[in-house]
């Protein structure tokens, strides 16, 4: 194709309708920036112009098109030099000498978020009509991508903030940690672990938590939890008095307290290669050790769920945990994965998966609980997953 | 999966039948009829999960919700029937020391 020549104009005014309604579609149907602007410009080069330029916040030149490709860059030269158009009504380019111009500010939600600006030898009657019909929607879409993008970093930025940088490394132990949030990263999950060094340097305390619910009420329950948990560790309390204290924390939040799993421990290697634990099971589901003989047990009993009553006082469970054996602690996310009418924990099928990972290092073991979490049920899942394994020797 | 109850009165009781599955989609209507319920001046609620197959935490927290607001009105809310998975989440989450009663 060669430059120069005026945009061709649709048969027939419905040949124009759909198309505007087809464009619609296409511009509510992503919220991402880059995605939106390549859309637009392509959406009006050939038929309304025969280029276009999109600029976006801080009048940014975020695409350039051209029914000729190979004058695409040339274009993009000239329009850097010339600098963007600040005009803020729609109007001919007057700066810019190349053919015909016309400028149509992107507004949205009566704030100007950038610019289109389309080119030509001349324009067809009606086209700068669609394409500042095309522009509106855009702006909107645009603004909208905006938005979402602005929840996303929130969100990612308060997920993070909930979840320990690194893990620390503990003499005589292996541990590896996965975590999965739901959805698409909008949503701050319910899940959150912990891994960190307690007073002394000579023990490490972990959690598991799951609290019900998700978003920002339910992030506000894990970060307090999560706080209360280091600063109680560093207070030296034994580790069911924290439970205890941390259940009448998350009571006293009143009307914004949440219920919340939790399982915590503390683990502490001895010199003949073995690692004590002290153990609380708050209503989570109950870890996992796996003997080198294949052989599985629980490893903790029952004690209520936090954020209930206000009366209840935890009790340790000591563990002993051997060379050679692995430790599995999940949330509910694993265990109450569906596959219609089946959960992957029904029957014991937790046990069972981790029976068949003998020989398996922590990391090799916690990738394969997720993998089969993942392979479990034709749907994806909709509910967050943490997953913390621990291998001693 | 959906979630249907059946409300039976015997004396100064009152059982609830429920049937299906208590989540996320259900649990605010069971919700709203238990705390009717207790409001109304029923003294010993009773709900009876046998027929029930699963129960997430929205479930638990109607239910922990129930026992706690009919306490406070001086009366007792209490789960009978919970088999398999019920009866697991009830057992591991430490709820059944408050809401399962040995005679129903």
């Not at chain 1, 506000?220 to 439970?243: F, N, P, Y």
């Not at chain 2, 319920?37 to 029930?52: F, H, K, Y």
Request: aromatic letters at 6%; glycine letters at 12%.
């Amino acid at each position: 194709m060669t430059a120069g020549f005026a945009a061709v104009p649709e048969a027939s005014w419905q040949g124009w309708l759909s198309y505007v309604a087809e464009a619609s579609d296409l511009l509510a149907g992503t919220l991402d920036e880059e995605r939106l602007v390549a859309l637009l410009a392509q959406l009006v080069v050939p038929r309304l112009a025969v280029w276009c330029a999109v600029y976006v916040a801080d009048d940014r030149l975020a695409c350039v098109w051209h029914t000729d490709e190979e004058l695409a860059d040339p274009l993009r030269a000239v329009l850097t030099e010339s600098g963007p158009p600040l005009q803020t009504v729609p109007g001919p380019w007057p700066e810019f000498s190349v053919g015909v111009t016309y400028v149509l500010p992107l507004v949205a939600r009566r704030r100007r978020i950038g610019a289109m600006v389309i080119g030509g030898e001349r324009f067809a009657r009606g086209a700068v009509e669609l394409a500042e019909e095309l522009g509106r929607r855009a702006a909107l879409a645009l603004d909208n991508a905006r938005l979402y993008a602005a929840q996303l970093a929130m969100s990612r930025a308060l997920q993070r903030s909930l979840l320990p940088p690194a893990l620390p490394d503990i003499p005589g132990i292996e541990s590896a940690v996965v975590y999965e949030p739901a959805g698409e990263g909008a949503e701050v999950g319910g899940d959150f672990y912990d891994l960190f060094a307690a007073p002394g340097g000579d023990h490490w305390r972990f959690a598991v938590g799951d609290v019900c619910g998700t978003g920002p009420e339910a992030a506000a329950v894990t970060g307090l939890a999560r706080h209360a948990l280091r600063i109680l560790a560093a207070e030296d309390l034994a580790l069911a008095d924290v439970l205890t204290r941390l259940n009448r924390i998350i009571l006293a939040e009143g009307p914004r307290s949440r219920l919340m799993t939790l399982l915590h421990g503390d683990l502490c290697p001895g010199p003949d290669g073995t690692v004590r634990m002290d153990l609380v099971s708050a209503g989570h589901p109950l870890p996992l050790v796996l003997r080198p003989d294949g052989t599985v047990r629980e490893a903790a009993v029952p004690q209520p769920l936090l954020g209930v009553m206000d009366e209840v006082k935890y009790e340790p469970n000591l563990l002993v945990l051997y060379p050679g054996e692995v430790m599995l602690c999940v949330t509910d996310g694993v265990t109450e994965r569906r596959d219609g009418a089946h959960m992957l924990g029904d029957d014991q099928g937790l046990e069972r998966l981790l029976g068949g990972c003998t020989g398996l290092s922590a990391g090799a073991v916690a990738a394969r609980i997720q993998r089969a979490v993942h392979d479990y049920g034709a749907a994806p899942s909709e509910d967050d997953l943490a997953i913390v394994v621990f291998r001693v020797g | 999966m959906g979630l249907s109850w059946a409300t039976a009165r015997d004396g100064g009781r009152t059982t609830i039948s429920a049937r299906g599955s208590i989540d996320l989609h259900s649990s605010d209507g069971l919700g709203d009829h238990l705390t009717e319920l207790i409001d109304g001046g029923e003294r010993c609620v009773i709900i009876d999960l046998t027929q029930v197959d699963f129960c997430d935490s929205s479930g638990l927290n109607v239910l922990i919700r129930a026992y706690k607001h009919a306490a406070r009105q001086g009366g007792t809310f209490t789960v009978t029937g919970a088999y398999g998975r019920v009866d697991t989440v009830l057992r591991i989450t430490g709820l059944d020391r408050f809401l399962l009663q040995g005679d129903p």
